[in-house]
């Protein structure tokens, strides 16, 4: 059993495209993220999401937006794709944002943006 | 600004020796820390974590040492083995603080464990 997972693992697309990476957990927790690792293979957060309160980090363009259909799952949607947005966009999930700070990971999707 | 640095990209060792992963930070407001493990197209899949209110955690082969006052953190693995080749990531949060729960990383430090 997947414990966290994410689809498509790959995706190519074309400059101005609008794409979503789905994202499930069934690990019951109440918290959920997405990160991305660029070129540098830096992880960083963009967004934390439970049902009462999404944390943006500041430095995420408002092209990017999460969007939570139930507790299991977290799709990043992303509008007018850049060059620059290539990168693996990583899922996560915790049991809680404040009583537990172990994080589960998703496999990654690899997003290349022509 | 990397508030959590691994100035290591790369370390090779022996099988059956000890590995040691360095990490630094920078913000005093840190007061979690874990240690993750990531096999090539896999995500990052947790290790070990210490809170700063202990100097040392240790989870069989594992062992994770905290110096506060030098803001550093190190991971041990001993014995190493083949299968713990793998990019190790250090990373931190603050409890209770605005953006709680949010784990800071550092880049990553490569393992190769030889036979």
Request: charged letters at 20%; a positive charge.
């Amino acid at each position: 059993d997947t414990a966290v997972s994410q689809t498509p693992k790959y995706l190519v697309t074309q400059m101005g495209n609008d794409k979503s990476i789905k994202c499930e957990q069934n690990l019951g927790h109440d918290t959920m993220y997405w990160y991305k690792q660029d070129s540098k293979k830096f992880l960083k957060i963009m967004f934390s999401y439970n049902n009462k309160e999404l944390i943006i980090n500041e430095t995420v363009p408002n092209r990017f937006s999460p969007k939570s259909p139930d507790k299991a799952h977290l799709n990043l949607h992303i509008n007018s794709l850049e060059l620059g947005d290539s990168a693996v966009y990583f899922c996560a999930s915790s049991q809680s944002r404040t009583l537990n700070y172990e994080q589960y990971f998703g496999p990654g999707t690899r997003l290349t943006v022509t | 600004d990397q508030q959590v640095k691994q100035n290591s990209p790369s370390l090779s060792v022996q099988e059956g020796r000890i590995s040691i992963l360095n990490c630094d930070y920078t913000n005093s407001m840190f007061d979690y820390f874990l240690w993750y493990k990531k096999y090539p197209a896999e995500g990052p899949t947790f290790l070990i974590s210490i809170s700063s209110i202990k100097d040392k955690n240790e989870d069989g082969r594992f062992t994770v040492f905290l110096n506060k006052s030098a803001k550093h953190l190190s991971l041990h693995i001993v014995p190493s083995q083949p299968g713990d080749s793998a990019v190790y990531f250090c990373a931190a949060t603050t409890v209770g603080g605005g953006s709680q729960g949010n784990l800071i990383f550092g880049k990553g430090t490569k393992l190769s464990v030889k036979p």
